[in-house]
């Protein structure tokens, strides 16, 4: 007993024990938390500052990026930092690009320019270039969601950024040199704050510089220009289009990469696309299988006039995420690839275009599209632009249950789809969710349109995708509809049973009624022939007559009042009767209501011509007599549309206080449809008008305006407002007449230079032949070649050729020359120079050979002028004087006929640049 209460206390002990020891272990972890809690809200801030800095550093670069791409296509930059057009004439006149205060073109401009502007009658020249830079702050509150990096600036936080500024000066530092029409440029981006003062991290200003040289790209700079897309898919010369050329498709890469193929060392332009080999599955380039292979390897930079590059006829994407064979152009081993990279300009170069025959026709573009392609861009990218357009609509057809709508933003206002998932429909009062029976969503992107649907007491509202359809299924429940025309039927029915009854009864009264009659009559008559006549019987008689005739007419007249309600009762009945088959008849059958957006495309059209200011609107109703409500009868059903348009991004406007691009439609019921709204209404049910007049909703100006060129393009004429591209063969037919080309043989007899040098290749300059064809006996092509096609024949040893060949209807390349290698250049590779000084092709004074030449050099302080002359004839620069039109910036001409005169002008207009980053510096 005593071990017992022992073992007892000794349980108590290690529980109380047990219970101290806990309370001490919760006490530390207090403490350890207490301690530790700043540390881990300094890490949580660390982590959330790290992640600012992130954003800012990529806003930043985003930011410089985007403002070297509109330097290198020479845009005057808006307020908002979008591209704009440079003046309010369209196409904008020189003086207007002249004077706009943010045009890149002044920036870049140098003295031979200005001298060129006086020698044309531009008043102070000397003032147009902007000496002191471009400079400009954007409030980030009205920073546009159509700007390319709205979305990086958008997601900025961490800092009170308020404005971002940017600056583009030139850069005069003593230790840059210039030598020719080159310019080099500071760009500097930063964010300020609500004082606009540069915001700190630490000692770092949140802001990124960057160094570049900005380099005239002259047409003489590619080895090759292609005048359409480029097929790199293609085994022979068929279906290139037009002003297209190909380099030939081998089955085998294995067998094929053993040769030298076609190598460019220079840039290479292309005005269309470039269609890649079709790849195989991405296993079989991870295991290095065999594949097709074209031998042709672009060592330099590839340009593309308006793209892009494809493969299988689509837009070319990865076939995965950074896997080895997937991350750069040059790992594609269907060919060579592109070693440093490609670059787009978004736009096809009109000369030629001209001179392939992709364009015909001549003449100027047309005032009024400009004007639009001007409006055009402005409403997407200005929103005071668009702040009174309405949303407009009319019926354009209906048929059976379908009502064809055709919508339209006024002002030249456009749709704009956004990129996020459709908002599914959903009902607005929680109380009457029971009410949608289902929904259904063909497509779950881009929403073109927010809606909302109202049928009696229900209310659903939701997205409209583009291209997609919504479907909305009310529940219409007719079981109480039933219950209570089978109570009215059964009450009707023992109505008419009664009436029936009465009916009878009120027959037999008209009987008795009419016996009571004729026995008057008998008594009146028995009464008058008796003998002797009683005169009191007499009158006796025809009184109880009278009372019985009386009697007849009361019993008839309540015949026909029971008759009467006889036949309502039975109309009554047959009605309820009719009403319950009708209701058990459509107690399965649901209504569907179908809405459905679309672009408006005339039939057999390219789906691409639509215009983004206008959508169809389809509104289909299935089962639509069953649209009814708890008493049976049918009722209206409306709609309400919000149009998402360029003041909207993910479906939030940035001006909510607008109704303007709202409208509403009403259908009544009438017959078996509908009484439907002919146009849109506003909020008090009055009519928003048709559709604005003078637009057409089948024109997408985002291609007119490409091919009118108003982004960017050419503007042609001494002023810079015409076009010399649709007489670009004129142009370019510099060393003979167009009517005039002819075939052009190289061979052993113009270009060939055996292995000790100096054989009889020239530098040839040909301003338009019909085929440049390179024989067999040739082994080295210089020059400045302007070839309708280009036929490189069989051969048995290694081809190079130096220059710059456009070509306009395509190439042709012998299976042999592949093998045996094609290497590519322009006068401006390090290596070309030397070349063509073994050549021959480069001499000195008096054909001296420039290897015995003085070897001065160029700084120095008294050079004679026969030595300034050799180091200038034995450089491959020398070459450039022999075709000016390869120094153009573009084959759309800089100089031609105006009007079809004899008078040919020339704008000395730069239109097409190289950027070249040096150097980027960021505080962060």
């Known amino acids: ?43 949580r801030s660390q982590v ?77 020249p000397e003032k147009v270039p902007l000496v002191d830079g471009i400079k400009q702050e954007i409030n980030l509150a009205n920073f546009s969601t159509m700007h390319p990096v709205y979305k990086i600036v958008a997601d900025l936080k961490g800092y009170t950024v308020e404005f971002i500024q940017i600056q583009i000066t030139r850069d005069v530092r003593a230790a840059i040199p210039e030598y020719g029409r080159e310019v080099y440029l500071k760009v500097v981006v930063r964010l300020l704050n609500s004082q606009k003062k540069v915001i700190e991290v630490g000692s770092s200003k949140l802001e990124t510089t960057s160094f570049v040289g900005v380099y005239p790209r002259e047409v003489g700079s590619f080895a090759l220009l292609v005048a359409g897309d480029l097929r790199l898919d293609k085994e022979s010369a068929s279906d290139l289009g037009v002003g297209g050329a190909y380099f030939k498709q081998h089955g085998s890469r294995e067998q094929t990469i053993k040769y030298p193929g076609l190598t460019f060392e220079s840039p290479v332009f292309v005005n269309g696309a470039i269609h890649l080999p079709k790849a195989p599955d991405l296993s079989v380039d991870i295991a290095e299988g065999d594949t097709v292979y074209t031998p042709v390897t672009f060592k330099d930079k590839v340009i593309l006039g308006y793209g892009p590059i494809k493969r299988e006829n689509v837009e070319f994407r990865p076939r995965s995420a950074g896997n080895e064979v997937d991350q750069f152009w040059s790992n594609i081993r269907q060919f060579g690839g592109f070693q440093k990279g490609v670059e787009v300009d978004g736009e096809r170069d009109l000369g030629l275009d001209y001179l392939s025959g992709y364009a015909s026709g001549s003449g100027n573009p047309s005032a009024n599209l400009m004007a639009l392609c001007k409006r055009h861009e402005d409403r997407k990218y200005n929103l005071n632009t668009t702040a009174n357009s309405q949303l407009t609509g009319a019926l354009l057809s209906k048929s059976g249950g379908k009502y064809n709508y055709r919508l339209a933003l006024t002002d030249g206002n456009l749709f704009n789809p956004q990129t996020k998932e459709v908002d599914q429909p959903s009902v607005v009062n929680f109380f009457t969710r029971d009410l949608l029976k289902d929904w259904g969503l063909t497509s779950r992107a881009t929403p073109v349109s927010k809606f909302k649907m109202r049928f009696g007491s229900l209310e659903v509202e939701g997205e409209v995708p583009l291209d997609g359809t919504v479907t909305l299924e009310p529940k219409i429940d007719l079981r109480p509809l039933e219950r209570s025309i089978e109570r009215q039927l059964s009450s009707a029915e023992g109505d008419l049973d009664d009436s029936r009854r009465d009916l009878n009864q009120a027959a037999r009264a008209v009987e008795r009624a009419r016996r009571d009659v004729d026995n008057a009559e008998e008594d009146l008559e028995r009464a008058r022939n008796r003998v002797p006549a009683d005169p009191g019987r007499v009158a006796s008689a025809r009184y109880a007559l009278q009372s019985a005739q009386n009697d007849l007419r009361n019993a008839q007249a309540n015949k026909e009042r029971l008759d009467q309600q006889v036949e309502n009762a039975e109309k009554r009945v047959s009605t309820l009767r009719g009403n319950l088959s009708e209701v058990r008849a459509n107690m399965g059958i649901q209504p569907k209501i179908n809405i459905t957006m679309k672009n408006p495309v005339k039939a057999g059209d390219n789906p691409e011509n639509t215009n983004a200011s206008f959508k169809d609107l389809e509104i289909k109703f299935e089962n639509g007599h069953a649209l009814v409500n708890s008493n049976g009868d049918r009722i209206p059903v409306s709609f309400e549309f919000e149009a998402f348009d360029v003041a909207y991004y993910k479906g939030y406007s940035m001006r909510p206080w607008s109704n303007n691009n709202r409208g509403a439609l009403v259908f009544n019921p009438d017959g078996g449809g509908f009484d439907v709204s002919q146009t849109l209404l506003d909020s008090r049910g009055q009519s928003k008008g048709g559709l604005p007049d003078g637009e057409d909703p089948f024109v997408n100006l985002d291609l007119a305006c490409k091919t009118l060129g108003t982004n960017t393009s050419a503007f042609a004429g001494t002023d810079w407002s015409k076009s010399f591209a649709p007489n670009s063969k004129h142009s370019w037919s510099f060393t003979n007449k167009y009517e005039d080309r002819k075939d052009i043989i190289f061979n052993a007899g113009n270009a060939y230079v055996p292995a000790g040098g100096n054989g009889t290749a020239v530098f040839h300059v040909v301003s338009m032949a019909k085929t440049c064809i390179i024989d067999s006996t040739a082994n080295l092509v210089a020059g400045f070649l302007n070839c309708e096609r280009l036929e490189i024949r069989s051969r048995s040893s290694k081809l190079r050729i130096i220059g710059s060949i456009i070509v306009s209807q395509g190439i042709e390349i012998d299976e042999q020359a592949y093998k045996h290698g094609i290497v590519w250049s322009t006068i401006y590779h390090p290596m070309a120079t030397f070349e063509l000084r073994q050549a021959g092709i480069l001499k000195g004074l008096n054909a001296q050979d420039c290897t015995t030449i003085n070897r001065y050099p160029v700084w120095h302080p008294h050079p004679s002028m026969r030595d300034v002359a050799n180091l200038y004839r034995c450089n491959s620069i020398s070459l450039r004087a022999k075709a000016d039109p390869f120094r153009w910036t573009a084959v759309d001409p800089d100089c031609g006929l105006i009007n079809n005169s004899n008078s040919t002008m020339c704008k000395n207009r730069l239109m097409r640049f190289y950027v070249l980053e040096v150097s980027r510096e960021s505080g962060i």
């Open 1 to 43: 007993m005593k071990s017992c209460r022992s073992m007892g206390r000794s349980v108590l002990n290690n529980r109380g024990s047990a219970f101290v020891q806990a309370l001490v272990a919760v006490g530390v972890v207090g403490v350890m938390i207490y301690f530790l809690s700043p540390t881990v809200i300094k890490h």
């Open 48 to 124: 959330t500052k790290t992640a600012s800095i992130i954003t800012a550093r990529l806003a930043l670069h985003s930011m410089v990026d985007y403002t070297l791409f509109g330097i290198r296509q020479r845009w005057c930059f808006s307020e908002s930092w979008m591209q704009e057009s440079c003046g309010a004439s369209t196409p904008p006149k020189a003086i207007e690009i002249l004077s706009h205060p943010r045009s890149v073109e002044r920036l870049l401009m140098k003295q031979e320019s200005v001298d060129f502007l006086r020698a044309i009658g531009i008043a102070n």
